[in-house]
């Protein structure tokens, strides 16, 4: 009997250290996702305050009277239609892929060369 009151008071024991360290590890975890939710809201403050700036630096009136005190020094002139596309004059895709273009492409990229940095494959190499 002596022995298993003694295995329980050390069982309790036990239990008692590891609740302790729980509540510890706990409110550790709670200061730190205080200090979070304060960030975050420091944040928010923060972005809210940039997209303040942003509204009032794309503001249409504001930026009308820039171009217009910029216009001749950066040679800005109002769009006309005739420089817009039709699409009618957007070129079609091909019907066959350049196969031979493709395999120099591979090639190249197998001999580890960077086709970005050559200016033009060769299937011949």
């Known amino acids: 009997m002596r022995a298993l009151n003694f295995i329980l008071l050390c069982t309790s024991f036990i239990a008692l250290i590891l609740v302790y360290g729980q509540k510890y590890r706990s409110e550790d975890v709670q200061s730190q996702v205080i200090e979070y939710q304060r960030e975050i809201a420091t944040k928010q403050q ?18 009308h ?6 216009a001749e020094t950066l040679g800005l002139a109002p769009i006309k239609v005739a420089q817009y596309g039709t699409i009618d004059a957007l070129p079609m895709r091909p019907a066959q892929p350049d196969a031979e273009g493709l ?13 970005s940095e050559q200016g033009e494959l060769n299937a011949n190499d």
């Open 65 to 70: 009277a820039i171009v217009e005190r910029h």
């Open 46 to 63: 923060v972005l809210k305050q940039l997209d303040a700036d942003w509204a009032y630096l794309n503001q249409p009136a504001r930026l």
């Open 103 to 115: 395999g120099a492409l591979i090639s190249a990229l197998e001999a580890g060369i960077d086709p």
